[in-house]
C-alpha cells in the first residue's frame, strides 16, 4: 500500500491507505480524545468525543476522526475554539449520566465542562457500546446487549447466555468508562444464582 501524507496540527504524519484519522493521529503521537474507541473492534463513532476538523484545499469540515479515512493532502486541526466546545457540551451531557466517572471526570477538567450544568439521570451508562462489541467482535458470545431505543436505551447481559459464559470472562470490565457494566452484572447474577436452600439447623 502507497503511504499518504497528511498534516496533523502542524505536524506531517505518514498514513497508510485505509488508515482512519484516529489511527494517523495516534501513530505520531498525537492525542484525541474517544471514549467509544478500540484497537480490536471496528470504528463505532458513537461517542463523537473523538471530532476534528479536517480540511483539503479550500474545503473544511468535522468530522469523527474515528471513522473518517486519510486521503492526500489532508490537513486536521485536533484542537481550536469550536472543537473544544463541541467536546465540553458531550462531556457535559455524559456527565449527568455518570457523574461520578473518574474518566470523565478527567476530560472535564481538561476541557472545563461543568458536570453539574444538565439534571442527572444517574444510568451510568454512556452508550459506548464496549462492552457489547467487545463481547460480540472478540469473544463472539453475544452476552451483553442493548435494550429498549433512545432516551431509554441501555445495557443488559442476556441471562441465559450469562450464566454460562461471563462469570469466568468479566473481560468486557476494564473497558468500562463508568460503574454501568459492573452493576449490570451484579444485577444479572443476582437474579439468575439460585436461591440460597434452607439447611435444618444441626442444634437438638
Sequence with gaps: MSDILVRIDGKEVEASQGMTVLEAAQSAGISIPTLCHHEKLEPFGGCRLCIVE???GDWMKRV???VYPVEKNLIVRTRSEMID???KMILELQLAHAPDSPELLDLAQEY???KDRFD???S???HCGLCVRYCDEVKKKNAVG????GIRKEISFIP???AKECWNCKECFPLCPTEALQAAFVLTKSLTSPPLSHEPSSEE
Excluded: L, N
Design 146 to 149: 442493548f435494550v429498549d431505543r
Design 64 to 66: 469523527v476522526s474515528c
Design 124 to 126: 451510568f451508562c454512556i
Design 160 to 162: 441465559e447466555i450469562a
Design 120 to 122: 442527572k439521570e444517574a
Design 112 to 114: 472545563g465542562a461543568d
Design 85 to 87: 466546545k463541541i467536546r
Design 54 to 56: 479536517v480540511q483539503v
